[in-house]
């Protein structure tokens, strides 16, 4: 029985192995961390990817059999491929979810589909952050109240460089003063796109259960309904045209 | 006195000097045709760039003393050079307005901006188009009424690829039985950005006074409110954190 | 079995029974041509309601009952009791889904959730109309195509007063020369809502596959994820307050 | 000389002449303390209005005089007339500016034009409130910064019961931990809304520079284009019908 389906997680997979504090929190790497809950999904393939593999473990027809695809990236964005950005982008446009984590803001890929700068402030301290559900009714929050806290996480703030979401999921507090759009969703082409704040490296918000609630319900809620490649057709007219 | 707004029309300036029927119709240009009543209004500076000069006319500081930039290309978009159009982005970015005219919805400063595919129907032919105004309110159509019709033009038909507008000004009725967002506004980083969809080279939609009036007041509403680069600042906390 | 979609259908129910033309094109109401369809989809329980019944046939535990509910009403909009409407809006705001049919543009309810006029254009003639699917991905446009005709419609022009669409799903070309935004959604509270323009009591559009097959997709994707009654809560503290 | 921007600040009124804390701060009403900044602004005709003037002092001409509408209510919401508030509705749905401040987001009118339960978290206690400025760009937030604070303010917070707002512009972050989307805008028929939170009667948030910055940005901006009645015209075709 074919899968219902496809997700591949992707990582830049190079922190875990420089820094002992956070190979201790991600031993097997951040994609296997969020990996593992969508593995306990029914009827789901998950695959995992990193920067370090030949195509950055995209080529083939990876792409094309995937149906979502997360993305985390941090420090070597830069190292991406725009060969593979671009691929990814057409992939989301004809119908591919995509699902971009934390430091993911700056990535190529998120950059080429939102058009902004992405930019936002930031802090690397002992913040509290709280996240706010401003969505109770959609998909991707069912399950997690009213709002869920992370002890220790990075802080972002606004303003965040995005173009207005289609829809604001979550609002995030943190103790140090700050507010952020930490969850929204976009609809670009023919596919949909989710941003997710928390995942600093140095911190195990990917091993707390609101996160991976989050991660699953948005994977599930970002599946295609199409697969349409981009066309730009001459049309014949469909009445009958004024004379000349 | 300095202007209080000073305006460039960027043109990509190729049909007109291949196609007799074209610089019949545009003998100075289409940049020249679009540029003269802007030149009308109270206050403005307008300037031209085009494709073949040095930096496509856009070097120097000409985009930093550009409040509004409107762009027409049509068959060379490839010819524009990548350096030049993240120029142009981050301008926009930082609060510069964009009208980006007919064929330019398929210019590398529009797909940047966008994400998109920007791709559509379209048929060179003789239909009749009717732009009807469905934001009566908006700055933007001041003046032009419940519609407007251009006798011959190139029909661009839906699906349009593009994020949803912000605001969404004119839709088109096509005589061969199709429909197209013909006008809409998007908020990106700072900037304004007004897609207008009627022009081809080869009828005479830019002497048309309903098109003027349009582009005219696209171009006042369009005017910046500020000038910010792009930054992604490390922040102090505002209160006192949580110990560690 | 409980089924797992409750769907009511609401019709005004006056014109069937004072126009023989209205009659001899929907013997049974229209509200069981629009309800057939939806009977045939698995697991899916169909009630009907109408204007003269007490309580509009809303009373009781109806509306609590229903997970998606269809409105279809023309002449009578005013006989709606005000009460009837204020349980339905604070259903939709609670979770219900909601798919307002052709006239019922103007009816309370809809009306009351937009905040706006809902005025329009229109003429009943001979129009031709053409649907053109402006979202292709959506759940209600799946097995639609590129666009369908309506031989003979009333015509409904722009522009209408709503608020800017959620999404935009069909735009409406008609041989009369006009245009109109015939398919958007918006969430209202927790509820889905869905406008589809077709639908005039002189006209068989209801007997059409296309427009079936329209209303039966928009009915599975208005379905409630939660349902969450209005409250405005005093919240206690979070965090440690200043001292005042 | 006409002024070019007539204002109307309304007042609920009751508050001071009950609470004496509430007069000490605001000795000649909410409405005076709202009105005096904006009498400073050139060209500008601001009256005032309250509850208990005959018509709520918005008898006459004066709403088809007014530009734009501030509204401050909280505890008597339920006296205003319905038909008052269907003739302020009507108003801003042809073209007047409103400006929706703190508790108003119960009023009648808000509600009315949101179609939504406008409800919210709250307590009265001794927050800081901390307004992150999320759209720098926009009129209303010139001269204001990257944000301001309140040094004691009654909490809202998330989730709001409103539609999504066009362009959220303010997100307040609270020392209790909780946030709230402090100032968005709406654009409903031809007229322009902000609410915008700051207000609780028993704080002088009315007397602080920023407030009254944003206030006066808001008026301004809020300005009407057009002024259009509601019509729904029965209109003839424009092209050829085919035949029945």
């Given amino acids: 029985m074919s899968p219902s389906l496809r997700v591949t997680v992707w990582n830049e997979f190079r922190h875990e192995k420089k820094n002992p504090d956070v190979a201790a929190l991600y031993p097997s790497g951040i994609h296997e961390a969020v990996a593992a809950p969508l593995r306990a999904l029914p009827g789901t393939q998950v695959r995992t990817a990193w920067l370090d593999q ?3 473990g995209l080529g083939g027809d990876t792409l094309e059999q995937t149906d979502v695809l997360l993305w985390w990236g941090h420090g070597a964005h830069a190292e991406v491929s725009d060969a593979v950005v671009e691929r990814v982008k057409q992939r989301v446009l004809a119908g591919m979810g995509l699902i971009v984590l934390h430091s993911g ?3 190529k890929i998120f950059k080429a589909l939102m058009g902004t700068t992405c930019s936002l402030k ?3 301290a002992t913040d509290k952050e709280r996240l706010w559900n401003v969505a109770p009714a959609h998909p991707i929050t069912q399950g997690i109240g009213d709002h869920f806290e992370i002890p220790a996480e990075e802080m972002y703030g606004e303003p965040f460089g995005i173009p207005d979401p289609d829809e ?8 140090g003063g700050e507010v952020f759009r930490s969850g929204a969703t976009w609809r670009r082409g023919h596919g949909k ?8 490296e140095t911190f195990p918000a990917y091993h707390q259960a609101e996160v991976q609630r989050v991660i699953a319900n948005a994977t599930l809620w970002a599946r295609p ?3 349409i490649p981009d066309v730009c057709p001459n049309a014949p007219a469909l009445e009958i045209l004024p004379a000349a």
Same sequence: chains 1, 2, 3, 4.
């Fill in 225 to 227: 309904t199409v697969n």
């Fill in 54 to 56: 030949p195509e950055h």
């Fill in 122 to 124: 930031w802090r690397v």
């Fill in 193 to 200: 796109i989710f941003y997710f704040r928390p995942g600093h």
């Fill in 105 to 107: 803001h700056y990535s």
């Fill in 168 to 175: 604001l999921i979550f609002i995030s507090w943190f103790s």
